[in-house]
């Protein structure tokens, strides 16, 4: 089993190692982790120190769906298109990016690249007021996915994709018939789920307790069919209780519809980042998720405000998980 963290191209990530890739790598290997889990942007990733890179997470479509049915014609504006669905122009363009996107990530040796199945706009992350369900996600996901994987040779991707699952409309886990319909819907083998832990607590607000949170999980997975079960080879492993302030939040911000796209997609940012905590497991509990699992990769996707945070919420998980530090930490970092 490895253990990851999670990481990204982006500046926020970056400037805390002085956008120096070998203190990533230095700072990986002294806690004893078996590398990163990074999210690539639409562009080429830079050159990464050799095994640094375990796992890739594919750039989030956030709103793509009123794009793939209904392409230039979509009531989506041009700063949606090109920050929330890869600046696609329509469904063929969409298999063209994805396509693209599969072959980066391949080109950086990863045993997986993460997809996120969903689908939500800036407002509906607010109101809950959705204009497409999970079936109608889960639907149009499967037709991308096997249409992008028919490119390739043989029909299989260059690079195994792990399926998540948010809160939003699209794969959750918390209706086994619809992660079912992925085993019987995609036309290719190289794919697997990965299942986020605080992303599954998030869909139920009323969950109040660290314990409430892994029962949840725990339960969840009771649920699922043995043939979904059997295709969850990962976990990103964070625990959040935002219960109280999901219950709490606006409805939608005070003329939130007139700002500008930055602004709102500020405030949406915002706001999903108060819902998502991404706090570490304290309780040793956490091991029985891990039990019931038994994933071939932890990622451990951690807030931090910095290096130093990250390195304490780090060790925090992984005594809950192991009853140890990581190898090279020390108590003084927690």
Do not use: K
Not at 275 to 302: G, K, M, N, W, Y
């Amino acid at each position: 089993m490895q253990h990851l963290v999670n990481f990204s191209t982006h500046a926020i990530h970056l400037d805390q190692f002085e956008r120096d890739w070998e203190r990533v790598r230095a700072f990986v290997s002294r806690l004893g982790l078996d590398g990163i889990e990074l999210l690539i942007g639409d562009d080429p990733p830079p050159v990464m120190p050799a095994g640094l890179v375990q796992g890739v997470h594919l750039p989030y479509w956030i709103r793509w769906l009123e794009i793939w049915h209904a392409g230039p014609d979509a009531a989506v504006s041009r700063e949606e298109r090109q920050f929330l669905a890869g600046g696609a122009r329509d469904a063929a363009h969409m298999v063209a990016i994805q396509r693209r996107l599969w072959n980066q990530a391949a080109a950086l040796r990863p045993l997986y690249a993460v997809f996120h199945v969903s689908h939500v706009t800036m407002e509906e992350c607010f109101t809950r007021t959705y204009a497409f369900s999970s079936e109608g996600v889960v639907s149009a996901t499967i037709d991308l996915l096997n249409a992008t994987a028919a490119t390739f040779p043989g029909g299989e991707p260059p690079v195994r994709l792990w399926l998540e699952n948010l809160w939003w409309p699209g794969l959750t886990f918390t209706d086994p018939e619809l992660a079912g319909q992925f085993v019987q819907g995609l036309r290719f083998e190289n794919w697997g789920f990965v299942l986020d832990t605080g992303h599954l607590i998030n869909t139920c607000p009323e969950v109040a307790s660290e314990d409430a949170a892994i029962d949840l999980v725990l339960e969840r997975l009771t649920r699922l069919s043995p043939q979904v079960r059997a295709r969850i080879e990962g976990l990103h492993l964070s625990l959040s209780l935002s219960g109280a302030y999901q219950r709490a939040a606006p409805a939608l911000p005070v003329g939130f519809a007139t700002l500008p796209f930055a602004e709102r997609y500020t405030l949406a940012r915002d706001h999903v980042a108060l819902i998502d905590q991404h706090r570490p497991f304290v309780t040793p509990r956490c091991r029985e998720i891990v039990s019931a699992i038994r994933p071939r990769v932890i990622t451990h996707e951690l807030l931090r405000l910095d290096r130093h945070e990250l390195e304490r919420n780090l060790g925090i998980q992984y005594c809950a998980l192991t009853g140890a530090l990581p190898t090279g930490g020390s108590h003084a970092t927690l």
